[in-house]
């Protein structure tokens, strides 16, 4: 990987983050008294971004099912896990004495779906972004396009698949001329922008799925996200329906019933639904927004789930990878592997926010896991997984991945960043989280994120540390 130089700090010439040259970056502005405009606390996003936030947005954000105890348990799982540090050839090269001094920093690639991905991160499907910032997903797409971080649009977004997609577009073309130097983006030196930043950008497309009386409008939406340069599918098993969350009740605020079209602005764009509601209600969408709204809401929220039989009508409409979403049960995880009908699994809980007293997340992942690898006879996987709820810092994410995760997904903490900050403030959470997970992985001794170099051996139960000393006390 090219991406660390010998000579710190490079801040703008990046093709594939350069997280550490956003430290060195902040250091050198320091010494002109400049201070950064976001703290770099994880803990501190969430409480700035709530002063921001009206109370029907902060409730919605922040707000969990329940009383939240599964949000609660997401984020202790965490601290029952530490990280082992080994000393011993630290700082030394990867590839033995001839190296280049680049090669000392640990490498951040991951190999996923038959791509090589620049970092081990993705933005999780978040909806309704408008609520947090005026430009929204937007904004969200641009940054992660401009940091090489996989942004998973929602079905449940502000904003169409098109518009989306031409955001992202454009923050890969401007990661292009950072990289190049070039004037237009496309990393030809010429300035004459043939490509437009098209096909540089990784986006996936999340799925709320309607019920099988709808599919031709799950098959259109499919059909969008392909024609606008979506290249996975990842499906949400756990929300059929929403789930009890007394934050947005006590407020009396669904964003999904409103005629703003913050929840709902996929469906009200989309040819095949308009043509629905026409048919049945005799009027245009445009004319009776509130009632298309309930219709659109109605249509992606069921209230009955999906089979593994159903997934088969997605195989044969989406020739791109397929992900599922939400899988929180090693039973479930090894009947999806054996199906050989996806691609991937992301182990999820909807960070808490749709079912209140379950697991935490990164408690199921190690079984879910090795159910994947049983299933698949003890070789390689033939599917991959990915996590998703509770993730905060790059120590989470260096202990997910530890624990078999091929990915983390990102969710509320750059929603808190495109409150504070927009557009910057997502890219600064961004290059935050891989700068923690950078230095947590170079000075723990582990020199790559691959399997063979970060797994459940660099961990340690916290717990266990202590049992020997309590039988010593005892005895």
Not at 158 to 182: L, Y
Not at 293 to 313: C, K, N, Q, S, Y
Request: hydrophobic share 35%; with cysteine.
């Amino acid at each position: 990987m090219d991406a660390h130089p010998g000579k710190r700090p490079d801040t703008v010439k990046h093709a594939d983050p350069d997280p550490l040259g956003y430290e060195a970056e902040v250091y050198q502005r320091g010494l002109r008294y400049q201070r950064p405009p976001f703290t770099f606390k994880p803990l501190e996003w969430e409480p700035l971004a709530s002063e921001r936030m009206s109370a029907d947005a902060r409730g919605y954000v922040l707000g969990s099912a329940g009383t939240g105890e599964t949000a609660s348990k997401n984020r202790a799982a965490f601290a029952k896990w530490s990280i082992v540090p080994r000393r011993l050839g630290l700082g030394s090269s990867r590839s033995g004495g001839g190296a280049k001094k680049k090669d000392v920093f640990p490498n951040l690639d991951v190999e996923l779906f038959g791509r090589r991905l620049p970092c081990p991160i993705a933005c999780a499907p978040v909806g309704v972004q408008k609520i947090m910032n005026p430009e929204g997903e937007m904004a969200a797409a641009r940054a992660a396009a401009r940091e090489r971080v996989p942004f998973i649009m929602s079905t449940a977004s502000s904003t169409s698949i098109e518009d989306v997609a031409r955001a992202s577009d454009e923050g890969a073309a401007e990661n292009a001329r950072e990289a190049s130097g070039d004037g237009d983006g496309d990393g030809d030196g010429d300035g004459d922008g043939d490509d437009g930043g098209n096909g540089k950008a990784e986006r996936w497309y999340q799925l709320y799925w309607p019920a099988r009386e709808h599919d031709d409008i799950t098959i259109s939406l499919l059909d969008r996200a392909r024609r606008a340069g979506f290249s996975v599918l990842v499906v949400t098993l756990d929300t059929y329906i929403l789930g009890w969350r007394p934050s947005d009740m006590d407020n009396g605020y669904n964003p999904f019933l409103r005629s703003d079209q913050v929840g709902v602005a996929i469906g009200l764009t989309d040819p095949v639904f308009r043509a629905h509601f026409k048919k049945k209600h005799g009027h245009d969408v445009d004319d009776e927004m509130g009632a298309a709204a309930a219709e659109w809401t109605r249509t992606i929220f069921p209230g009955t789930g999906h089979t593994l039989d159903d997934v088969a009508f997605l195989r044969s409409h989406w020739d791109g990878p397929i992900v599922l979403k939400g899988i929180q049960s090693a039973e479930d995880a090894r009947e999806i592997a054996e199906s050989g009908l996806v691609d991937g699994i992301v182990v999820s809980n909807h960070g808490g926010r749709q079912a209140d007293g379950g697991v935490s997340s990164l408690g199921v992942l190690p079984g879910i896991v090795q159910a994947v690898k049983d299933a698949s006879g003890g070789k390689d996987r033939k599917v991959h997984v990915l996590f998703d709820s509770g993730v905060r810092t790059g120590a989470d994410v260096a202990k997910a991945l530890a624990l078999g995760a091929s990915m983390c997904l990102i969710g509320r903490p750059y929603v808190y960043g495109l409150v504070l900050g927009g557009e910057e403030g997502v890219a600064h959470v961004l290059r935050s989280l891989l700068g923690d997970l950078e230095l947590t992985l170079h000075l723990s001794g582990i020199e790559s994120v691959a399997t063979k170099y970060l797994n459940k051996g660099s961990l340690v139960k916290e717990d266990e540390l202590f049992k020997e000393v309590q039988t010593y006390v005892t005895y």
